[in-house]
C-alpha cells in the first residue's frame, strides 16, 4: 500500500508560520506600501531610436547621472528602439532626456520618436477598476465553490487565495517591485492558479468521503494530499521552470510580473496544503454535509 503522509500532523506548526508570513506582509504592505508604476501614478513616456543597437544598462546611468533617477528603460521592440517611463509632465520632457543622452552618448545618436503623457486621473481610474476586478474575481470563486463543492470548501478556497494575494502583494512591497498593469495581470493569474490546485485537492477529498467510510477527516486529507501530490509538485515545478526563464531573460517589461507569479505560485502550492484544508478542520466538515438535501414528500390528504 502507498505510503501516506501526515501532512496535517505539523498544521500546528504550519499556521504559525502562516500567521507570522501574513502578518509581516501586512507590515510591509502598509507600511511601506506599494510601488506603483505610472500606469497607476500618471508620467511620461519616452520612445527613443538609436541609430546602432542601445545599450539599457548604459542608458539607465547616463539617465541615472544626468538627474533622471527614477526613470524607468525598457526594450520596445528592435534593439535600437527604447521606451523610457518617468514621472513628471513637462511637454519638453522628451527633448531633454534625448539631450542628455546625447551629451553621454555622441558615439551612438538618438532620437525622440514619441512623447506621452499618462494623466493621474487614469491612473488613479486603473487603480480602482483593477482592485473592483480583484474583489469580484473573489466572490465569483467564492460563489463557484459553493455551488460545485459546499460553503466550507468554499471558505477554505477564499482564505487560502487571500494568504496567497496577501503574502504576494507584501513581499511586493518589501522590495519595492514597481506595481503596474503586469503586475495586476499576475495577481489576477495567481488566484487562478492557487483555486485550480485548491479544487484538485478538494475533488479528492469529496471523494474519499464515499470511498472511506471509517477514515476520520483527517485520515482523508491525508491521504487526498498524498494522492495529489505527485500532481501539484509537477505543476508547480514545471510553472517555476517557465517563470524563471521569463525572470532571467524577459528583461525589464516582464520583471515584476515574473517575480509577482513566481512568489504567488509558491505560496498557492504551500495555502492549497496548510490553509485549504486546515479551514476544512476548523469548521468540521462531515460526510454528511456532501448529501443533498432532504426535502418532504407531500402527502397525499386527498379522499
Known sequence: MKRTINFMGV????????????????????HKGLNFGLDFT?????????????DLGKVRRELASSGYHEAIVQSFGATTDLLVRMPGEDPQLGAQVAQALRKTGADNPVTVKRVEFVGPQVGEELRDQGGIGMLLALGGVLIYLAFRFQWKFAV?????????????????????????LTVLAAVLAIIGYSLNDTIVVFDRVRENFRLLRKASLIE???????QTLLRTMATSISTLLAIGALWIFGGDSLHGFSVALFIGVLAGTYSSIYIANVVLIWLNLRSEDLLPPVTAEKVDDRP
Open 11 to 30: 498544521r500546528n506548526i504550519a499556521f504559525g508560520i502562516t500567521m507570522l508570513l501574513t502578518v509581516l506582509a501586512l507590515f510591509s504592505w502598509f
Open 220 to 226: 482523508n486529507i491525508n491521504i487526498s494530499t498524498t
Open 156 to 180: 477554505g478556497a477564499i482564505v487560502s487565495l487571500i494568504h496567497d494575494v496577501v503574502v504576494t502583494m507584501g513581499i511586493l512591497s518589501f522590495f519595492q517591485v514597481t506595481f503596474d
Open 42 to 54: 500618471g508620467g511620461t513616456l519616452i520612445e527613443l531610436t538609436y541609430e546602432h543597437p542601445a
